[in-house]
């Protein structure tokens, strides 16, 4: 099996129409370096925010080539005013044009606004700025999915033809059952976007009944709601994660379920289990561990580590601009 990178690189080189993104830390060498050599490529269309003669001038000095790629500087765009005055509009009422004038000097604000109106399919951000600064302005203006009240952080998890997703990773404390659903919803999206035919298992300390409680009774709720919304997507919960994962404990723990044993797409039941079961994964069972990929929002947008290599931040725009791919089918 190719790696997951391989799939959403064949995907986007595949794409009748290039998704457009946009990268709001265009003065970061880490970033330059990453889309020159995303658009040698020519995989995605790309947006750089920063001042063109600056950014321009650092990419030549360190042999970058960004010749072609459009930089737009927030600090003296043309239609800074009708800008100021859809985001006042998105915010209804939450915000003035005199706060406009001033967030959206900031770039993940300017970039996100970019996306929302349709300048751009999505972004990239984080290299630079903290997770809330790019968080919060997606929730904000791009907002999510109709019918989504939430986003969450999916992991891929992939270790030679292996490959899992883990959901919710990053984003909800401590979801409510419809929460679980919706997380259980965009995981396997995600699932079909990295070509993982989805066996989803909403997981507990519990395999049936086998305990109770609250904790217990939230993941079984989610469970029959989520086969009742897709009864086309296998699933079955609650279940220990050997009960989900080994065959036959599976069988001796849920006999006759079609996800028990063979599951591969695993809805933990609230963050810290999400969180402490993919790092376990990726540092105890040597997985690769590829996210956390924002899910929920009306249109992608990531969030790297400030850590990020470029080569990260290469490969956060391939797994981005599939994410437009698959929201556009």
């Known amino acids: 099996m190719s790696s997951v990178f391989d799939v959403f690189k064949r995907q986007v080189k595949n794409a009748e129409k290039k998704p457009k993104l946009v ?21 995605i269309d790309i947006i750089l925010l920063g001042n063109p003669t600056e950014v321009r001038q650092k990419a030549k000095d360190n042999g970058f080539n960004i010749d072609t790629i459009k930089i737009i500087d927030p600090e003296d765009y043309e239609d800074f005013d009708k800008m100021c005055k859809e985001f006042v509009e998105v915010r209804r009422g939450k915000n003035t044009i005199a706060d406009a004038q001033k967030m959206l000097k900031a770039t993940t604000y300017f970039g996100t606004m970019l996306v929302k109106m349709g ?15 790019t968080v919060r302005p997606a929730l904000q203006i791009v907002k999510t999915k109709k019918g ?3 986003v969450s952080g999916v992991m891929i998890m992939e270790r030679g033809d292996e490959r899992y997703i883990f959901a919710d990773c990053a984003m909800n404390i401590d979801p409510d059952s419809d929460g ?4 259980g919803y965009e995981a396997v999206k995600i699932a079909e976007m990295a070509e993982v035919d989805p066996r ?16 217990v009774t939230k993941v079984a709720d989610a469970t029959e709601k989520f086969k009742k919304l897709y009864p086309n997507i296998p699933a079955d919960g609650e279940l220990q994660f050997d009960a989900a994962f080994v065959p036959s404990v599976g069988e001796s723990k849920a006999p006759g379920s079609k996800v028990a044993g063979r599951a591969n797409v695993f809805i933990f039941p609230e963050l810290q289990s ?46 981005t601009a599939a994410q437009v791919l698959a929201e556009d089918k």
């Open 23 to 43: 990268f709001p830390e265009g003065d970061d060498l880490r970033v330059l370096e990453a889309v020159s050599k995303l658009e040698e490529e020519k995989l």
């Open 119 to 133: 300048f751009a399919d999505g972004m990239v951000s984080g290299a630079a700025h903290s997770t809330a600064d």
């Open 148 to 150: 989504m009240k939430r």
């Open 180 to 183: 679980l659903v919706e997380i």
């Open 200 to 215: 989803v298992a909403f997981l507990s300390f519990s395999t049936k009944g086998s305990a109770q409680g609250e904790m």
């Open 274 to 319: 999400g969180n402490i079961g993919y790092k376990i994964a990726q540092r105890l069972g040597n997985f690769n561990a590829v996210g956390p990929v924002l899910a929920g929002l009306a249109a992608p947008i990531n969030d790297l580590s400030r850590g990020a290599s470029s080569e990260d931040i290469y490969m956060m725009g391939i797994l």
